[in-house]
C-alpha cells in the first residue's frame, strides 16, 4: 500500500514538474487557399508569440490551459485552449468587414494596405489556379525554382555584309544573369537556357583596358584572334572602358532605397539579404551623401525622409525594422521613390534610386508593358535606377530586366553578402555613378573580308541601324570605371559557309550585283570599322567615336580576349546554342586556366569551378 502511495505521489510530482517546464505545440496556420505566412501565434495575457514561415507553420511552447491568439490581419482571431492535444492547426477565416492593415516597418512609420492583399496575390501573380492546393504551394514555397520568370529570346543568327552591313546595339553592364547562374549551379542545378544572357556572364568580370584620354569619357580597344569554339571562325572582341573617377571627386549623392517588404520577401536570402547588403553601402556613404527609405507591399509608404550620410546609425535602424508581409504594388512603389528622389534632387548630383525586390509585382501597375510605361516616364527626371534583384524559387527577372533596360539604369543579382560586397562595395562607382548614359555601338562589315558574322549576345539590346545616328533613342549607360565586352563571330571570306540560308529570287525586282558591290570595297584592309555614340550625363546631344580593325592573322591575343571567349563559349553550352560548335566543358575549363590573369578577388578561378561543377552535373 505504502509502494503505491509513494508512486502515486512521484507520477503527480512528474506531471506538475511536466506542467511546469510546458508543451511544446506545433502545427500548421492556414486559409481555404493554403498556408499563411506571418499569422502571429501568441500566449493570451503574455508578450510570449511566434509568427508563422513560409508554409504557414509554427512552434510555441506552452502550458495546459493556455490560451493561443491566432490572428492575422483582415482575418477574424481565433483562441483555442490547450488540452492534451500538441499538434493544433488552425483555418482562418476573412474578416468580411472592409478593414485597412497598418503595419508598422520603421520607427514612427506605416504603411496603409488593404486586407485582402493576400487574395491580390494569389489571384494576380499565378497565371494559372489548377487547385487552391497548387497555388498556394506555388506562391509560399519560394524554394521552389518553378515559379522564377525569365525571357524566352531568339540568339543572334549570322548575317552577310552584303545583306546587312551594319550591327548596331546598346552596350550592357548589368552582371544579374551570371550571379543567378552562379546560384542554380550552387543549388545543384543545370542552369536552363533562358536563363542565361551570354553577354552579362562575360561582362561580370572586369578586364584591364586603357583609360579614355583626356576630353574622352569611354574608350575603345578591339582584338582579333581564332575563335575557340569554330577554328577556321575568326574572334572580334571590342571592349570598352569609361573613366574612372576617385572616390574623394564622386559628386554628392542623393539615393532613394526602394525596398519591397511584401510577402514574397520573406526570409534570409530576400529582405534579411536586403538589409545586409544596403548596410554595407551605408557605410560607404560621405557625409555629403543623403539618402532616404521608401517601402511598398499593397501600397507605398516612405519610412525614413532624406537623411545626411553622416547619420548612419539612424538609417542603418531603419533599415533593420522593416518587416515583409503582404502582396506587393510595386508601381505605386517606384512613383513615390521617383517623387522622393525629385524632392531632394541634388543639381550636377548623382540622383540615384535602388530598387531591392524579387520583381514579383501584383498590385497596381504590374504588367511588362504598363511598367515599361512608367520607368520612360520617369527616367525624364534626371533620376538613374539601380536594381538589386533578390530571392530564390521566386525571382522574377524579366520584369527587372525591363526595368533596368527602360530607366537608365543597371541590374544585378544577389545571391550572398559575398556578392554585395562586390557590387556596392568593391565596384561602388561603377554601380552608382554615371559617367556616360545611352551608349550605343554600330559596326560596320566589309564583304572583301567578313563573308558573315555574329553578335554574341545582346538578343535584348539590338537597335535599328537608324537608331545610332537618333539622339531620342534609349540606350545602356556606364558607371565610372565600367569595362564592356562584346564578341563578334567572323566567317571570312575563302572559307565554306553553311551558317547563312539561301532563298528564292526576287520575283518583283533585280537583285543587286554583289559582285560588282563586293568589288567596290576589295581595296580595303579593313576588316571593320567600330563607331560609338554616348552623352554625358547632364546633356541630350551625343559624342561620337569610330576605329577602324584590320585583322594581321596573328593570334597574339590577351589573356583578358582568352578568358572572356571562355566564358563566352560556356555561355553558348547552357543556351544549348545552335552555334557552340566545338564547344566543351573541358575546352572551356582549359582555355579559362590559361588566361585567369592577376584575379585578385579570385573571380576567375570561382568560374572554373562553377565550369567543373556543371561538367559533373551534365
Given at each position: 500500500?505504502?509502494?503505491?502511495?509513494?508512486?502515486?505521489?512521484?507520477?503527480?510530482?512528474?506531471?506538475?514538474?511536466?506542467?511546469?517546464?510546458?508543451?511544446?505545440?506545433?502545427?500548421?496556420?492556414?486559409?481555404?487557399?493554403?498556408?499563411?505566412?506571418?499569422?502571429?501565434?501568441?500566449?493570451?495575457?503574455?508578450?510570449?508569440?511566434?509568427?508563422?514561415?513560409?508554409?504557414?507553420?509554427?512552434?510555441?511552447?506552452?502550458?495546459?490551459?493556455?490560451?493561443?491568439?491566432?490572428?492575422?490581419?483582415?482575418?477574424?482571431?481565433?483562441?483555442?485552449?490547450?488540452?492534451?492535444?500538441?499538434?493544433?492547426?488552425?483555418?482562418?477565416?476573412?474578416?468580411?468587414?472592409?478593414?485597412?492593415?497598418?503595419?508598422?516597418?520603421?520607427?514612427?512609420?506605416?504603411?496603409?494596405?488593404?486586407?485582402?492583399?493576400?487574395?491580390?496575390?494569389?489571384?494576380?501573380?499565378?497565371?494559372?489556379?489548377?487547385?487552391?492546393?497548387?497555388?498556394?504551394?506555388?506562391?509560399?514555397?519560394?524554394?521552389?525554382?518553378?515559379?522564377?520568370?525569365?525571357?524566352?529570346?531568339?540568339?543572334?543568327?549570322?548575317?552577310?555584309?552584303?545583306?546587312?552591313?551594319?550591327?548596331?546595339?546598346?552596350?550592357?553592364?548589368?552582371?544579374?544573369?551570371?550571379?543567378?547562374?552562379?546560384?542554380?549551379?550552387?543549388?545543384?542545378?543545370?542552369?536552363?537556357?533562358?536563363?542565361?544572357?551570354?553577354?552579362?556572364?562575360?561582362?561580370?568580370?572586369?578586364?584591364?583596358?586603357?583609360?579614355?584620354?583626356?576630353?574622352?569619357?569611354?574608350?575603345?580597344?578591339?582584338?582579333?584572334?581564332?575563335?575557340?569554339?569554330?577554328?577556321?571562325?575568326?574572334?572580334?572582341?571590342?571592349?570598352?572602358?569609361?573613366?574612372?573617377?576617385?572616390?574623394?571627386?564622386?559628386?554628392?549623392?542623393?539615393?532613394?532605397?526602394?525596398?519591397?517588404?511584401?510577402?514574397?520577401?520573406?526570409?534570409?536570402?530576400?529582405?534579411?539579404?536586403?538589409?545586409?547588403?544596403?548596410?554595407?553601402?551605408?557605410?560607404?556613404?560621405?557625409?555629403?551623401?543623403?539618402?532616404?527609405?521608401?517601402?511598398?507591399?499593397?501600397?507605398?509608404?516612405?519610412?525614413?525622409?532624406?537623411?545626411?550620410?553622416?547619420?548612419?546609425?539612424?538609417?542603418?535602424?531603419?533599415?533593420?525594422?522593416?518587416?515583409?508581409?503582404?502582396?506587393?504594388?510595386?508601381?505605386?512603389?517606384?512613383?513615390?521613390?521617383?517623387?522622393?528622389?525629385?524632392?531632394?534632387?541634388?543639381?550636377?548630383?548623382?540622383?540615384?534610386?535602388?530598387?531591392?525586390?524579387?520583381?514579383?509585382?501584383?498590385?497596381?501597375?504590374?504588367?511588362?508593358?504598363?511598367?515599361?510605361?512608367?520607368?520612360?516616364?520617369?527616367?525624364?527626371?534626371?533620376?538613374?535606377?539601380?536594381?538589386?534583384?533578390?530571392?530564390?524559387?521566386?525571382?522574377?527577372?524579366?520584369?527587372?530586366?525591363?526595368?533596368?533596360?527602360?530607366?537608365?539604369?543597371?541590374?544585378?543579382?544577389?545571391?550572398?553578402?559575398?556578392?554585395?560586397?562586390?557590387?556596392?562595395?568593391?565596384?561602388?562607382?561603377?554601380?552608382?555613378?554615371?559617367?556616360?548614359?545611352?551608349?550605343?555601338?554600330?559596326?560596320?562589315?566589309?564583304?572583301?573580308?567578313?563573308?558573315?558574322?555574329?553578335?554574341?549576345?545582346?538578343?535584348?539590346?539590338?537597335?535599328?541601324?537608324?537608331?545610332?545616328?537618333?539622339?531620342?533613342?534609349?540606350?545602356?549607360?556606364?558607371?565610372?570605371?565600367?569595362?564592356?565586352?562584346?564578341?563578334?563571330?567572323i566567317v571570312p571570306t575563302g572559307v565554306k559557309n553553311n551558317?547563312?540560308?539561301?532563298?528564292?529570287?526576287?520575283?518583283?525586282?533585280?537583285?543587286?550585283?554583289?559582285?560588282?558591290?563586293?568589288?567596290?570595297?576589295?581595296?580595303?584592309?579593313?576588316?571593320?570599322?567600330?563607331?560609338?555614340?554616348?552623352?554625358?550625363?547632364?546633356?541630350?546631344?551625343?559624342?561620337?567615336?569610330?576605329?577602324?580593325?584590320?585583322?594581321?592573322?596573328?593570334?597574339?591575343?590577351?589573356?583578358?580576349?582568352?578568358?572572356?571567349?571562355?566564358?563566352?563559349?560556356?555561355?553558348?553550352?547552357?543556351?544549348?546554342?545552335?552555334?557552340?560548335?566545338?564547344?566543351?566543358?573541358?575546352?572551356?575549363?582549359?582555355?579559362?586556366?590559361?588566361?585567369?590573369?592577376?584575379?585578385?578577388?579570385?573571380?576567375r578561378k570561382e568560374f572554373i569551378r562553377l565550369a567543373e561543377?556543371?561538367?559533373?552535373?551534365?
Amino acid at each position: 500500500m505504502k509502494a503505491k502511495l509513494i508512486l502515486l505521489i512521484l507520477s503527480v510530482l512528474m506531471t506538475g514538474n511536466m506542467v511546469a517546464q510546458g508543451i511544446n505545440i506545433t502545427g500548421v496556420v492556414s486559409d481555404y487557399n493554403g498556408p499563411v505566412l506571418g499569422a502571429n501565434v501568441i500566449i493570451e495575457g503574455t508578450s510570449n508569440g511566434v509568427i508563422t514561415d513560409i508554409n504557414g507553420k509554427y512552434s510555441i511552447t506552452a502550458q495546459k490551459g493556455n490560451v493561443l491568439i491566432f490572428s492575422y490581419i483582415g482575418y477574424i482571431t481565433q483562441r483555442i485552449t490547450i488540452t492534451d492535444k500538441t499538434v493544433i492547426n488552425v483555418i482562418l477565416q476573412e474578416d468580411t468587414q472592409t478593414l485597412d492593415e497598418m503595419v508598422v516597418v520603421a520607427s514612427g512609420s506605416s504603411v496603409s494596405r488593404d486586407k485582402s492583399s493576400r487574395r491580390e496575390r494569389k489571384s494576380q501573380s499565378t497565371p494559372s489556379k489548377p487547385s487552391a492546393s497548387a497555388m498556394s504551394y506555388a506562391m509560399y514555397n519560394y524554394d521552389a525554382a518553378d515559379n522564377e520568370e525569365y525571357s524566352n529570346t531568339s540568339e543572334n543568327r549570322f548575317k552577310s555584309p552584303l545583306e546587312d552591313a551594319l550591327s548596331t546595339f546598346s552596350i550592357d553592364v548589368d552582371a544579374a544573369s551570371y550571379s543567378n547562374m552562379r546560384r542554380i549551379i550552387n543549388q545543384g542545378k543545370k542552369p536552363e537556357p533562358n536563363t542565361i544572357r551570354v553577354e552579362e556572364l562575360i561582362n561580370y568580370f572586369s578586364y584591364d583596358l586603357p583609360a579614355p584620354k583626356r576630353k574622352d569619357l569611354v574608350n575603345i580597344v578591339t582584338e582579333v584572334g581564332k575563335c575557340p569554339w569554330n577554328k577556321e571562325h575568326r574572334l572580334v572582341r571590342i571592349g570598352l572602358k569609361a573613366r574612372e573617377i576617385p572616390s574623394d571627386n564622386l559628386p554628392p549623392t542623393n539615393l532613394v532605397f526602394l525596398i519591397d517588404v511584401s510577402g514574397s520577401m520573406y526570409g534570409p536570402t530576400r529582405l534579411d539579404l536586403v538589409k545586409s547588403s544596403l548596410k554595407l553601402l551605408v557605410n560607404n556613404l560621405r557625409d555629403e551623401d543623403r539618402v532616404a527609405i521608401v517601402v511598398y507591399a499593397g501600397a507605398a509608404g516612405q519610412v525614413l525622409p532624406s537623411t545626411p550620410g553622416s547619420d548612419k546609425q539612424k538609417i542603418k535602424d531603419a533599415l533593420e525594422s522593416l518587416t515583409a508581409g503582404g502582396s506587393t504594388a510595386g508601381g505605386a512603389g517606384i512613383q513615390l521613390a521617383y517623387k522622393t528622389a525629385r524632392s531632394n534632387f541634388i543639381k550636377e548630383g548623382n540622383n540615384r534610386i535602388i530598387l531591392c525586390t524579387d520583381g514579383d509585382f501584383n498590385v497596381g501597375v504590374s504588367s511588362t508593358t504598363d511598367l515599361e510605361t512608367l520607368i520612360e516616364n520617369e527616367r525624364k527626371s534626371g533620376v538613374f535606377l539601380t536594381i538589386l534583384g533578390y530571392g530564390m524559387g521566386n525571382y522574377k527577372e524579366d520584369r527587372m530586366q525591363v526595368l533596368a533596360q527602360k530607366g537608365n539604369g543597371n541590374h544585378a543579382y544577389i545571391d550572398n553578402i559575398q556578392e554585395a560586397n562586390k557590387v556596392l562595395v568593391n565596384e561602388f562607382g561603377g554601380t552608382l555613378f554615371t559617367v556616360a548614359k545611352d551608349v550605343k555601338l554600330q559596326v560596320e562589315f566589309n564583304p572583301a573580308h567578313v563573308q558573315a558574322y555574329r553578335l554574341v549576345g545582346y538578343e535584348t539590346r539590338l537597335l535599328n541601324k537608324e537608331d545610332f545616328n537618333d539622339d531620342t533613342k534609349d540606350a545602356g549607360e556606364m558607371g565610372a570605371g565600367h569595362t564592356v565586352t562584346a564578341f563578334y563571330e567572323i566567317v571570312p571570306t575563302g572559307v565554306k559557309n553553311n551558317m547563312i540560308g539561301t532563298v528564292d529570287p526576287l520575283k518583283y525586282q533585280p537583285e543587286a550585283n554583289k559582285e560588282k558591290d563586293k568589288s567596290l570595297t576589295s581595296t580595303s584592309p579593313e576588316m571593320l570599322t567600330v563607331k560609338l555614340r554616348y552623352k554625358q550625363p547632364d546633356r541630350d546631344v551625343s559624342q561620337k567615336m569610330e576605329i577602324p580593325l584590320t585583322d594581321n592573322k596573328q593570334d597574339d591575343v590577351s589573356d583578358d580576349f582568352r578568358f572572356a571567349s571562355a566564358v563566352a563559349m560556356f555561355g553558348q553550352i547552357l543556351k544549348s546554342s545552335d552555334f557552340k560548335g566545338d564547344g566543351t566543358y573541358d575546352n572551356v575549363i582549359e582555355l579559362a586556366k590559361k588566361s585567369t590573369g592577376k584575379d585578385e578577388q579570385g573571380y576567375r578561378k570561382e568560374f572554373i569551378r562553377l565550369a567543373e561543377a556543371v561538367k559533373g552535373l551534365d
